[in-house]
Protein backbone atom coordinates (compact mmCIF):
# COMPACT_ATOMS: atom_id res chain seq x y z
CA UNK A 1 0.00 0.00 0.00
CA UNK A 2 1.39 3.22 -0.82
CA UNK A 3 1.00 4.69 3.00
CA UNK A 4 2.66 1.61 4.09
CA UNK A 5 6.27 1.85 4.47
CA UNK A 6 8.12 -1.72 2.39
CA UNK A 7 10.70 -3.89 3.20
CA UNK A 8 13.33 -3.47 0.29
CA UNK A 9 16.05 -6.37 1.79
CA UNK A 10 16.93 -7.61 4.58
CA UNK A 11 19.94 -9.85 5.44
CA UNK A 12 21.93 -10.68 8.23
CA UNK A 13 25.36 -9.98 9.80
CA UNK A 14 27.42 -11.05 12.23
CA UNK A 15 25.86 -9.41 14.81
CA UNK A 16 22.25 -7.94 13.98
CA UNK A 17 19.67 -8.20 11.14
CA UNK A 18 19.94 -5.52 8.66
CA UNK A 19 16.42 -4.49 7.13
CA UNK A 20 16.61 -1.90 4.33
CA UNK A 21 13.55 0.57 3.87
CA UNK A 22 13.17 3.43 1.38
CA UNK A 23 14.86 6.68 1.92
CA UNK A 24 12.15 8.97 4.11
CA UNK A 25 13.86 12.17 3.01
CA UNK A 26 11.20 14.05 4.88
CA UNK A 27 12.22 12.46 7.98
CA UNK A 28 10.09 11.45 10.43
CA UNK A 29 6.54 13.35 11.49
CA UNK A 30 8.14 14.11 15.41
CA UNK A 31 11.11 15.82 13.95
CA UNK A 32 8.58 17.72 11.72
CA UNK A 33 6.47 18.55 14.71
CA UNK A 34 9.12 19.37 16.52
CA UNK A 35 10.72 21.89 14.49
CA UNK A 36 7.19 23.71 13.67
CA UNK A 37 6.95 24.09 17.26
CA UNK A 38 10.58 25.56 17.64
CA UNK A 39 9.95 28.19 15.09
CA UNK A 40 6.60 28.77 16.95
CA UNK A 41 4.79 27.49 13.59
CA UNK A 42 1.85 24.92 13.02
CA UNK A 43 0.64 22.87 10.27
CA UNK A 44 -1.11 24.58 7.53
CA UNK A 45 -4.73 23.04 7.97
CA UNK A 46 -4.02 21.46 4.42
CA UNK A 47 -0.94 19.49 5.08
CA UNK A 48 -2.44 18.16 8.27
CA UNK A 49 -5.59 16.94 6.58
CA UNK A 50 -3.01 15.36 3.86
CA UNK A 51 -0.37 13.77 6.43
CA UNK A 52 -3.80 12.54 8.65
CA UNK A 53 -5.11 11.09 5.53
CA UNK A 54 -1.87 9.14 4.55
CA UNK A 55 -1.71 7.64 8.05
CA UNK A 56 -5.22 6.81 8.23
CA UNK A 57 -5.13 4.98 4.50
CA UNK A 58 -2.00 3.00 5.56
CA UNK A 59 -3.80 1.85 8.80
CA UNK A 60 -7.20 0.87 7.05
CA UNK A 61 -5.28 -1.29 4.88
CA UNK A 62 -3.45 -2.62 7.77
CA UNK A 63 -6.88 -3.20 9.49
CA UNK A 64 -8.65 -4.45 6.45
CA UNK A 65 -5.84 -6.95 7.34
CA UNK A 66 -7.05 -7.92 10.67
CA UNK A 67 -3.30 -6.61 11.46
CA UNK A 68 -2.80 -3.86 14.61
CA UNK A 69 0.12 -1.75 14.28
CA UNK A 70 0.25 -1.20 18.34
CA UNK A 71 2.33 1.85 17.86
CA UNK A 72 0.72 4.78 16.11
CA UNK A 73 2.87 7.99 16.87
CA UNK A 74 4.19 11.01 15.04
CA UNK A 75 8.32 9.17 15.18
CA UNK A 76 6.27 6.34 12.98
CA UNK A 77 5.38 8.49 10.15
CA UNK A 78 7.92 8.69 7.62
CA UNK A 79 7.56 12.19 5.23
CA UNK A 80 8.36 11.61 1.66
CA UNK A 81 10.49 14.06 -0.70
CA UNK A 82 9.12 17.39 0.80
CA UNK A 83 10.82 19.98 3.14
CA UNK A 84 8.81 19.69 6.17
CA UNK A 85 10.58 22.38 7.93
CA UNK A 86 9.49 25.28 5.10
CA UNK A 87 5.70 26.45 5.46
CA UNK A 88 5.44 25.57 1.60
CA UNK A 89 5.99 22.13 1.68
CA UNK A 90 3.67 19.44 1.03
CA UNK A 91 3.19 16.21 2.46
CA UNK A 92 1.96 14.24 -0.21
CA UNK A 93 4.49 10.71 0.47
CA UNK A 94 2.98 9.55 3.72
CA UNK A 95 4.13 6.76 5.41
CA UNK A 96 2.86 4.44 8.14
CA UNK A 97 6.05 2.57 9.08
CA UNK A 98 7.96 0.70 12.21
CA UNK A 99 5.03 -2.58 12.09
CA UNK A 100 7.91 -4.11 15.22
CA UNK A 101 4.63 -4.99 17.66
CA UNK A 102 2.19 -4.97 14.48
CA UNK A 103 0.70 -8.10 15.32
CA UNK A 104 -2.72 -9.96 13.86
CA UNK A 105 -5.47 -9.89 15.42
CA UNK A 106 -7.88 -13.46 15.53
CA UNK A 107 -10.77 -11.33 15.86
CA UNK A 108 -11.18 -7.62 14.53
CA UNK A 109 -13.76 -6.89 17.24
CA UNK A 110 -12.33 -8.74 20.13
CA UNK A 111 -9.68 -7.39 22.03
CA UNK A 112 -9.41 -10.23 24.39
CA UNK A 113 -6.71 -12.01 22.72
CA UNK A 114 -4.02 -9.12 22.86
CA UNK A 115 -3.33 -8.73 26.82
CA UNK A 116 0.03 -7.15 26.49
CA UNK A 117 0.85 -3.20 27.09
CA UNK A 118 3.05 -2.23 24.07
CA UNK A 119 2.90 1.17 22.35
CA UNK A 120 4.34 4.23 23.57
CA UNK A 121 2.41 5.84 26.62
CA UNK A 122 1.03 9.01 25.48
CA UNK A 123 -0.70 7.42 22.25
CA UNK A 124 -1.93 3.81 24.42
CA UNK A 125 -6.14 3.50 24.76
CA UNK A 126 -7.56 4.24 27.85
CA UNK A 127 -9.11 0.12 27.78
CA UNK A 128 -4.94 -0.24 26.95
CA UNK A 129 -3.72 1.43 29.76
CA UNK A 130 -6.50 -0.06 32.37
CA UNK A 131 -4.98 -3.69 31.61
CA UNK A 132 -7.69 -4.36 28.68
CA UNK A 133 -7.27 -6.28 25.71
CA UNK A 134 -5.58 -4.55 22.48
CA UNK A 135 -8.34 -4.28 19.44
CA UNK A 136 -8.20 -2.29 16.07
CA UNK A 137 -9.82 0.51 18.02
CA UNK A 138 -6.84 1.13 20.32
CA UNK A 139 -5.08 1.98 16.86
CA UNK A 140 -7.63 4.49 16.40
CA UNK A 141 -7.41 6.28 19.65
CA UNK A 142 -3.82 6.12 19.09
CA UNK A 143 -4.29 7.97 15.22
CA UNK A 144 -6.75 10.63 17.06
CA UNK A 145 -3.68 11.47 19.38
CA UNK A 146 -1.56 11.60 16.66
CA UNK A 147 -3.97 14.20 14.58
CA UNK A 148 -4.20 16.21 18.19
CA UNK A 149 -0.48 16.92 18.26
CA UNK A 150 -0.32 17.12 14.27
CA UNK A 151 -2.81 20.19 14.43
CA UNK A 152 -1.47 21.49 17.45
CA UNK A 153 2.01 20.94 17.94
CA UNK A 154 1.51 19.65 21.41
CA UNK A 155 0.98 15.67 22.48
CA UNK A 156 -2.35 15.80 23.93
CA UNK A 157 -1.47 14.46 27.60
Same mark, same amino acid.
Given at each position: ????????????????? $???????????????????????????????????????????????????????????????????????????? $????????????????????????????????????????????????????????????????
Amino acid at each position: HDNVVFLLDAFASEDAL $VMIFPLARGGDLRGAIRRRRRARERFRARDVWTIFRGVARGLAHLHARGIAHRDVKPANVLLGDCDSSSSSSSFAD $VKLADLGLAVRVPDADDARPLRSKVGTPFYLAPEVVRGGGYGLAADVWSLGCLLYELASSRSPF
